[in-house]
Structure formats: structure tokens, C-alpha cells
């Protein structure tokens, strides 16, 4: 596999991963709905992370 194909697909798995671990800090399920800002922070940390790693790819 492609190292960059490989790399991707890392970042978004993370990504998606810190995503899901949001949501870990609500109290009842009916509190679980869509939030953009969670969104925000997930692709923010998925960048910062890009940015870290992309140096050793």
C-alpha cells in the first residue's frame, strides 16, 4: 500500500476515533446529537496531528 494512501486513511481513522470519544462525557443518551463544534475540534486535532506525523511519512 501507498505510504501516503497509508497515512491518510491513519488520520482519518484517528479523526473519526476522537470524534466518537467526544461524546463519551454525556450524561444520558438523549443528550448524544450532532454538534459542529465537535466536528470542528475533531478535524482541528486531525490537522495538528497531520501536521506532527507528515514528517515521518
Known sequence: ???YVK???MILT???VMYA????NTYE???VIFSETRVYMAIMLGGIMLLFHAQYV
Open 21 to 24: 470519544l467526544m461524546y463519551f
Open 1 to 3: 500500500m501507498d505510504p
Open 29 to 31: 443518551l438523549g443528550h
Open 14 to 16: 484517528s479523526t473519526v
Open 7 to 9: 497515512f491518510g486513511l
